[in-house]
């Protein structure tokens, strides 16, 4: 474990600050983990200290429970943070299924598969997207309910029998797709995120594609009884609207989607007050079609949780053509500033920022400073935003600028060249405009904190975030202008590949980042299975339900290589929505930054564990996260992985963490950063673990769903414990 140069300040640092109280939060009450993120501040922390620093070495494998559908060939991940309520665990599979089991056992108690509630439909017609956890509610009787999302559909689920409560919704569901304002029933919606649960309402965002075909992210609220809507934000405003003044297209509103909350969000229930971050707007790197600062994309709103209205909002990004939007829920903690506690919501981002604002009025604790940044743009149509909001304090956490010095010196000579050579074709440095020639996008775009998002320390004020350090190269190339009159159909095939599919699966179809090469897809799927396939989507894939038939059977045609379709006469007449749609630009793909031996161009770590105090925005110790093997093998010091899922903190001293590509289950010292503890997991933990207590016993369990970053996939649920006494 390397803590130099990492190490920021000294251990008597920390333990001045560990005395900091927080009277608001009394963290002696963080026993359970009822509520995703650990309870209602998201601070992932735990006051449980069974198990410590002098005895991490001694945990063991409690139990196991395995889900019994991984899906090895299409890399399926588990990414869920379980809950624990009354003794009994909740938790999905890689399929979507909602499983209960004793959380002292790992014995099944029982498993609510989604798929079958779906009349007249099979597996394979439901979009299979990634689930972060599920939601409970009770009225403190009889009435216990699971809410998740599978496919489109907020399921209301009876936590005791595993049964769809059908007075909920429509027969125990509610479809994402209603209530948006529009007819968006072809367009993707689901929800990644757990929903949030305030008194009597179900609070929830949406995940929707990125590209032109998105729908509207609007924030709603149902009743958690009958599933009625009772309150919706737009947060793409609509005329009348405060925000409605920040796009300069007064028609955006009807056509721009996005701005939607994939991430979570976070309830301060004295206060009655949601936080909830939201992300871009469509689409991802071309602004042409959404001109203006874009209110309330990239933001963090203050809301009303009971009604909705707008309290107060802060812009993390104007006018967003990075897909930097806020990566996590948000946490509430308590801080001392000024000599005075303090109710803070802390947020942690792509960029590698932390911004800290008064729960109450908005205000920043730190100095944040709209700075000047490049517009010189060459796209057609874009007009970038001139200034930025950077934090002075505290310092990101990342690393944010790729210049030659940061080339991995681990290279062969030859390679090292190679990429010293290409970067200097590269557009770079922050909030640099997108560009033909390739602009290096850096935090990349799964840089800095990632969707696990931090844990807080309630008792000290120190914030714990996991972040990647990953360059990727992205380049801005002319949309096929060919006149759709004149098309056969391979020829519409590849402009609507390149227009639809190539930003995720690359030009040569090789596939790029977390997206699979298609190369051979012709061997697993014919005309009728690859339509349906792109009609429904699967995981990180949206679905495209709202192409035409012609056009879906034209992508097939060159995908799959139909040569007898190849030189059918295409033609197709395009909607309003399908003018709007057609930009000037796609991009290359998400293409990782990479040596010829496929090794990271930029230099190690490209994974850390940060710990930053709040109260006085310094960083306290910084360590790497995560080994590469083949570098390991060579005495390379530890170089840290990319890492997904977040980390959880104790008060017996310990921040426990998966997330690595290694697939390793680890414990570091909260004080220090030194590690303690680690062990093989059967799969990589993407997933962010949870802390409990069952029969007096101490437990961490954790998802090994694996499947990202080219790991194979697991479908296991492990907790560990100390040894039971006698035994």
Same mark, same amino acid.
């Given at each position: 474990?390397?803590?130099?140069?990492?190490?920021?300040?000294?251990?008597?640092?920390?333990?001045?600050?560990?005395?900091?109280?927080?009277?608001?939060?009394?963290?002696?009450?963080?026993?359970?983990?009822?509520?995703?993120?650990?309870?209602?501040?998201?601070?992932?922390?735990?006051?449980?200290?069974?198990?410590?620093?002098?005895?991490?070495?001694?945990?063991?494998?409690?139990?196991?429970?395995?889900?019994?559908?991984?899906?090895?060939?299409?890399?399926?991940?588990?990414?869920?943070?379980?809950?624990?309520?009354?003794?009994?665990?909740?938790?999905?599979?890689?399929?979507?299924?909602?499983? $209960?089991? *004793?959380?002292? =056992? @790992? /014995?099944?108690? &029982?498993? #609510?598969?989604?798929?079958? +509630?779906?009349?007249?439909?099979?597996?394979?017609?439901?979009?299979?997207?990634?689930?972060?956890?599920?939601?409970?509610?009770?009225?403190?009787?009889?009435?216990?309910?699971?809410?998740?999302?599978?496919?489109?559909?907020?399921?209301?689920?009876?936590?005791?029998?595993?049964?769809?409560?059908?007075?909920?919704?429509?027969?125990?569901?509610?479809?994402?797709?209603?209530?948006?304002?529009?007819?968006?029933?072809?367009?993707?919606?689901?929800?990644?995120?757990?929903?949030?649960?305030?008194?009597?309402?179900?609070?929830?965002?949406?995940?929707?594609?990125?590209?032109?075909?998105?729908?509207?992210?609007?924030?709603? $609220?149902? *009743?958690?009884? =009958? @599933? /009625?809507?009772? &309150?919706? #934000?737009?947060?793409?405003? +609509?005329?009348?609207?405060?925000?409605?003044?920040?796009?300069?297209?007064?028609?955006?509103?009807?056509?721009?989607?996005?701005?939607?909350?994939?991430?979570?969000?976070?309830?301060?229930?004295?206060?009655?007050?949601?936080?909830?971050?939201?992300?871009?707007?469509?689409?991802?790197?071309?602004?042409?079609?959404?001109?203006?600062?874009?209110?309330?994309?990239?933001?963090?709103?203050?809301?009303?949780?009971?009604?909705?209205?707008?309290?107060?909002?802060?812009?993390?990004?104007?006018?967003?053509?990075?897909?930097?939007?806020?990566?996590?829920?948000?946490?509430?903690?308590?801080?001392?500033?000024?000599?005075?506690?303090?109710?803070?919501?802390?947020?942690?981002?792509?960029?590698?920022?932390?911004?800290?604002?008064?729960?109450?009025?908005?205000?920043?604790?730190?100095?944040?400073?709209?700075?000047?940044?490049?517009?010189?743009?060459?796209?057609?149509?874009?007009?970038?935003?001139?200034?930025?909001?950077?934090?002075?304090?505290?310092?990101?956490?990342?690393?944010?600028?790729?210049?030659?010095?940061?080339?991995?010196?681990?290279?062969?000579?030859?390679?090292?060249?190679?990429?010293?050579?290409?970067?200097?074709?590269?557009?770079?440095?922050?909030?640099?405009?997108?560009?033909?020639?390739?602009?290096?996008?850096?935090?990349?775009?799964?840089?800095?904190?990632?969707?696990?998002?931090?844990?807080?320390?309630?008792?000290?004020?120190?914030?714990?975030?996991?972040?990647?350090?990953?360059?990727?190269?992205?380049?801005?190339?002319?949309?096929?202008?060919?006149?759709?009159?004149?098309?056969?159909?391979?020829?519409?095939?590849?402009?609507?590949?390149?227009?639809?599919?190539?930003?995720?699966?690359?030009?040569?179809?090789?596939?790029?980042?977390?997206?699979?090469?298609?190369?051979?897809?012709?061997?697993?799927?014919?005309?009728?299975?690859?339509?349906?396939?792109?009609?429904?989507?699967?995981?990180?894939?949206?679905?495209?339900?709202?192409?035409?038939?012609?056009?879906?059977?034209?992508?097939?045609?060159?995908?799959?290589?139909?040569?007898?379709?190849?030189?059918?006469?295409?033609?197709?007449?395009?909607?309003?929505?399908?003018?709007?749609?057609?930009?000037?630009?796609?991009?290359?793909?998400?293409?990782?930054?990479?040596?010829?031996?496929?090794?990271?161009?930029?230099?190690?770590?490209?994974?850390?564990?940060?710990?930053?105090?709040?109260?006085?925005?310094?960083?306290?110790?910084?360590?790497?996260?995560?080994?590469?093997?083949?570098?390991?093998?060579?005495?390379?010091?530890?170089?840290?992985?990319?890492?997904?899922?977040?980390?959880?903190?104790?008060?017996?001293?310990?921040?426990?963490?998966?997330?690595?590509?290694?697939?390793?289950?680890?414990?570091?010292?909260?004080?220090?950063?030194?590690?303690?503890?680690?062990?093989?997991?059967?799969?990589?933990?993407?997933?962010?673990?949870?802390?409990?207590?069952?029969?007096?016993?101490?437990?961490?369990?954790?998802?090994?769903?694996?499947?990202?970053?080219?790991?194979?996939?697991?479908?296991?649920?492990?907790?560990?414990?100390?040894?039971?006494?006698?035994?």
């Amino acid at each position: 474990m390397i803590h130099t140069p990492f190490a920021k300040l000294t251990v008597a640092i920390f333990t001045l600050s560990f005395f900091v109280a927080c009277k608001n939060e009394t963290p002696s009450a963080y026993t359970g983990w009822s509520v995703v993120n650990g309870n209602a501040t998201g601070n992932k922390y735990s006051s449980l200290e069974q198990i410590d620093t002098t005895n991490v070495q001694r945990l063991q494998v409690a139990w196991t429970y395995n889900t019994g559908d991984a899906d090895t060939a299409a890399h399926s991940q588990i990414q869920c943070n379980p809950i624990i309520v009354d003794g009994i665990m909740y938790a999905t599979s890689p399929q979507l299924k909602l499983i $209960a089991v *004793d959380a002292a =056992t @790992g /014995k099944e108690k &029982w498993v #609510f598969k989604p798929f079958e +509630q779906v009349e007249g439909d099979k597996e394979g017609h439901f979009i299979l997207n990634n689930n972060r956890g599920v939601a409970y509610w009770t009225d403190g009787k009889d009435d216990k309910r699971i809410f998740y999302t599978a496919g489109s559909f907020v399921h209301a689920v009876n936590a005791t029998t595993g049964k769809l409560i059908e007075s909920f919704g429509n027969k125990g569901k509610i479809d994402l797709h209603d209530d948006l304002g529009a007819d968006v029933h072809d367009l993707f919606v689901t929800a990644t995120s757990a929903p949030t649960v305030y008194k009597d309402l179900v609070i929830t965002g949406t995940r929707v594609s990125e590209g032109m075909d998105a729908a509207p992210g609007h924030i709603r $609220a149902y *009743d958690v009884r =009958t @599933g /009625k809507m009772r &309150w919706i #934000f737009h947060t793409i405003p +609509q005329p009348g609207e405060p925000g409605y003044e920040t796009w300069e297209d007064k028609d955006a509103w009807k056509m721009v989607g996005g701005a939607n909350n994939w991430m979570g969000l976070t309830v301060d229930h004295q206060r009655g007050i949601a936080y909830v971050p939201i992300g871009s707007a469509s689409m991802d790197f071309y602004g042409g079609k959404k001109l203006g600062s874009n209110l309330y994309a990239d933001c963090m709103l203050a809301l009303d949780a009971a009604t909705g209205k707008l309290k107060w909002h802060f812009q993390f990004i104007h006018h967003d053509t990075w897909d930097w939007d806020p990566s996590s829920a948000p946490v509430l903690t308590t801080i001392q500033h000024e000599g005075k506690d303090v109710d803070v919501v802390a947020q942690t981002t792509k960029t590698g920022f932390v911004f800290v604002f008064d729960r109450e009025t908005g205000k920043s604790i730190f100095p944040i400073k709209e700075t000047p940044v490049d517009t010189a743009t060459k796209l057609v149509g874009e007009k970038l935003w001139p200034t930025q909001p950077v934090p002075q304090k505290p310092a990101p956490f990342v690393r944010q600028t790729f210049g030659e010095k940061d080339i991995n010196p681990y290279l062969p000579k030859e390679s090292y060249e190679d990429v010293k050579s290409r970067l200097k074709t590269y557009h770079t440095g922050m909030f640099t405009p997108q560009s033909k020639e390739g602009t290096v996008i850096f935090p990349g775009f799964d840089g800095g904190a990632e969707w696990g998002g931090p844990a807080v320390d309630p008792e000290s004020g120190l914030l714990y975030v996991n972040a990647n350090e990953m360059a990727w190269i992205l380049h801005m190339l002319d949309v096929d202008k060919t006149k759709q009159t004149s098309e056969t159909y391979i020829k519409a095939g590849v402009r609507l590949y390149k227009q639809h599919c190539m930003s995720c699966h690359g030009p040569e179809r090789k596939g790029g980042g977390n997206y699979p090469s298609i190369v051979d897809v012709n061997k697993k799927l014919n005309e009728d299975s690859f339509i349906d396939f792109i009609n429904h989507g699967r995981r990180m894939m949206p679905a495209f339900q709202y192409l035409k038939q012609e056009e879906k059977e034209a992508i097939a045609s060159f995908v799959l290589d139909i040569k007898s379709n190849q030189q059918k006469k295409f033609v197709s007449v395009p909607t309003a929505a399908e003018v709007f749609r057609n930009v000037p630009y796609t991009i290359s793909g998400y293409i990782k930054f990479l040596s010829k031996e496929g090794l990271p161009a930029i230099a190690p770590p490209w994974g850390t564990l940060t710990a930053i105090n709040l109260n006085t925005g310094e960083h306290v110790w910084k360590t790497t996260l995560g080994e590469e093997a083949e570098l390991k093998a060579r005495g390379v010091p530890p170089t840290g992985t990319e890492n997904y899922g977040g980390p959880v903190v104790t008060k017996g001293g310990l921040l426990f963490i998966g997330a690595s590509k290694d697939g390793k289950f680890r414990a570091f010292s909260k004080a220090t950063g030194t590690l303690l503890w680690e062990t093989n997991l059967p799969a990589p933990a993407f997933a962010t673990p949870a802390v409990y207590s069952a029969n007096g016993r101490q437990y961490v369990v954790v998802a090994c769903g694996g499947g990202k970053l080219g790991t194979k996939s697991g479908d296991a649920y492990v907790a560990f414990a100390l040894p039971e006494k006698n035994k």
